[in-house]
């Protein structure tokens, strides 16, 4: 959802503004002079880039690049075409400043030339069969805003030149075949959303993440290593959904994460989480969704993340949590199975529950990562 928003804000603003041509889908040129790559160098530029891209793509099941042909780029299926950012208000340059090819089914790759499309703003790809990695000249992007190359088959490492575009705002790699670590310094970029989920990205949460500005944030479905880093405090201004389901965290819940008061959403489940739940996250004022279920998390439910006034999903079952407050069972949708909570329907086996609360207790350093028990 904040995906197509975002994406059809950036969309909406061009097309208000002037700045994309509806050519694309009226196939008409509104402009007294028609501008094509016969006789303007920057579409010439583009013509040599869709052209590349035509060739590399080897399976077009649905004929969206049949009409790819002539001088007209801006009349091409998926292509938008915009004044040029640099030009002359007089002359009007045209360039093409979006190329949309989502939900295309397409197979191929992505060719080098690709850096030729120097005044792209919008890079959507989503949803075909593109393998291989990102082209080596995607640097060249430099006014590159939206970045979706999700469910496809590319492969390699993270793509470390979207770290070289300085006006990226939006990326999106998940559902692909990339794998190795994720450089700390993408949680310094200005993004404002970031999908690297369902990867195979084997890495740490750094201590940088606390740096990033973004909005959203999804590591779902990745191998990350240790904690969630106490520096997450820092997003509290601008992070509003963050999705960490099985993703392979092995930590406490850290305390700092009661400071993420705009935060609507939060997905812990499926990961290897101990301790209790910090009394801190009563404070998250915003949180409307959340789920701590699959975890090892033990100890009394806080009776104000209950009470927090727009929670109306919380998850938290297959713990070990002995005891829940009353208040909790007035969530508009709450799951407290496989618990060891008295009274309740589908507790786990007492048993099992005394087995549990027999281990020795977990202890977390100063990093939030399990450590040696402290020494008296």
Known sequence: ??????????????????????????????????????????????????????????????????????????????????????????????????????????????????????DLALLHLNSNRFAGTLPDSLPALRLLHELDVSNNRLSGGFPRHVLCLPNLRYVDLRFNRLRGPVPPALFDKPLDAVFLNDNLFDFELPESLGNSPASVL??????????????????????????????????????????????????????????????????????????????????????????????????YSDNYFCTQPQRCLHIRRVDDRRNCIAGRPDQRPADQCLAFLHRPPVHCDDHGCFGPPPHY
């Open 218 to 315: 999804v590591l779902a479905n990745l191998r990350l290593r240790g904690c969630i880093p106490r520096s997450v405090a820092r997003m509290a201004d601008t992070l509003n959904e963050l999705v960490c389901l099985n993703a392979g965290l092995r930590s406490c819940v850290p305390p700092e994460l009661g400071c993420l008061r705009d935060l609507t959403v939060l997905d812990l489940s499926f990961n290897q989480l101990q301790g209790t739940l910090p009394e801190s996250m009563a404070a998250m004022r915003g949180l409307q969704q959340l789920d701590v279920a699959h975890n090892q998390l033990w100890g009394h439910i806080p009776e104000g993340v209950c009470a927090l006034p727009g929670l109306r999903n919380f998850t």
């Open 1 to 118: 959802m904040k995906k197509a928003a975002a994406a059809a804000a950036v969309l909406a603003t061009l097309l208000l503004s002037s700045a994309v041509s509806p050519t694309a889908v009226s196939g008409q040129q509104p402009w007294t002079n028609q501008q094509t790559a016969a006789n303007n160098p920057r579409l010439h530029k583009a013509y040599v880039a869709l052209q590349a891209l035509k060739r590399a793509i080897t399976e077009d099941p649905r004929n969206l690049t049949r009409g790819w042909c002539g001088p007209d780029v801006c009349a091409y299926f998926g292509v938008y075409c915009a004044a040029a950012p640099d030009g002359d208000a007089d002359t009007d340059t045209q360039t093409v400043a979006g190329l949309d090819l989502n939900h295309g089914d397409l197979a191929g790759t992505l060719p080098e030339e690709l850096g030729l499309l120097a």
